[in-house]
C-alpha cells in the first residue's frame, strides 16, 4: 500500500486551501430550519424531539443557575454528535479527530467554567484544591496534586475524544483492508472478517454517540463545581 494508514487523519486541502471548516461548517446544514407553519415536517418534529431530550440530560446535574449553558452544552453537544457520525461515513474526514481542534473545543469551555466559580464563589473554588481534614504535612503536596489535576482537565477532554475516535478508525480500516485481500484468496475468512467489521461498524457508532455525551457531560460537571 502506497497510503498510509493514518493518512485518513491528515487535514485534507484543495489548492493549498484546508478545507476542515467546509468538514466542521457541513453538520449543520444538516438541520432543519425552523419556520412559522402551524404544522411542521416528521424531520423538523425528530429534531426537535432529539434536542430536547438531549438538552434535558444535559441540564440534570445542574441546578437552575447553570441552565443558562444549556444553549452553548446543547449546540456542542449536537455538533460533535454529527460531526463524529458523519466521519463514519466512506471517504469522509473527522474533524473531532484532530487533536489541536478537540483542544480548541475543550480548554475555552473548560477556562469559562473555571472564572465562573472564580468570579462567583473563590473561596469554594479554592477550597476544592485542599480537602477539608487534610494532614498538614501533606498540604503542599496535596495542593499541588490537585492544582495539576484541574489543569490537565482540558486535556484529558481533548485526548479522550481525539484517542477514542482515531482507534475506532484505524480498527475499520485495518478489517476493511484485511477483508478486501481475502476475498480472492479466502471467501469463507473474508466473510468472517466482513461480518467482524458490520458489528465493528455499529459499535463505532455507538462510540461516536457517547464520546460527544461524555465530552459535554464532563463540561456540565466541571460548570456544577463553579456554580
Known amino acids: 500500500m502506497n497510503l498510509s494508514f493514518?493518512?485518513?487523519f491528515s487535514s485534507p486541502s484543495l489548492l493549498g486551501i484546508p478545507l476542515i471548516l467546509i468538514a466542521t461548517t457541513f453538520p449543520a446544514l444538516l438541520l432543519s430550519s425552523q419556520n412559522n407553519r402551524w404544522v411542521t415536517s416528521r424531520?423538523?418534529?425528530l429534531q426537535l424531539w432529539l434536542i430536547n431530550l438531549i438538552t434535558k440530560q444535559l441540564m440534570?446535574?445542574?441546578d437552575k443557575k447553570g441552565h443558562k449553558w444549556a444553549m452553548i452544552l446543547t449546540s456542542l453537544m449536537v455538533f460533535l454528535l454529527l460531526t463524529n457520525l458523519l466521519g463514519l461515513l466512506p471517504y469522509t474526514f473527522t474533524p473531532t479527530t484532530q487533536l489541536s481542534m478537540n483542544l480548541a473545543l475543550a480548554f475555552p469551555l473548560w477556562l469559562a467554567t473555571l472564572l465562573t466559580g472564580l468570579r462567583n464563589q473563590p473561596s469554594i473554588s479554592l477550597g476544592h484544591l485542599l480537602p477539608e481534614g487534610t494532614p498538614t504535612p501533606l498540604i503542599p503536596?496535596?495542593?499541588l496534586i490537585e492544582t495539576t489535576s484541574l489543569l490537565i482537565r482540558p486535556l484529558a477532554l481533548g485526548v479522550r475524544l481525539t484517542a477514542n475516535l482515531t482507534a475506532g478508525?484505524?480498527?475499520i480500516q485495518l478489517i476493511s483492508t484485511a477483508t478486501v485481500v481475502l476475498i480472492s484468496t479466502m471467501p469463507a475468512i473474508s466473510l468472517l472478517t466482513f461480518l467482524?467489521?458490520?458489528l465493528l461498524t455499529m459499535l463505532?457508532?455507538?462510540v461516536a454517540m457517547i464520546q460527544a455525551y461524555v465530552f459535554v457531560l464532563l463540561l456540565s460537571l466541571y460548570l456544577?463545581?463553579?456554580?
Open 6 to 8: 493514518f493518512d485518513q
Open 43 to 45: 424531520m423538523s418534529t
Open 60 to 62: 440534570i446535574p445542574l
Open 141 to 143: 503536596a496535596l495542593i
Open 169 to 171: 478508525h484505524l480498527l
Open 196 to 198: 467482524i467489521l458490520f
Open 204 to 206: 463505532e457508532v455507538a
Open 224 to 227: 456544577q463545581e463553579n456554580i
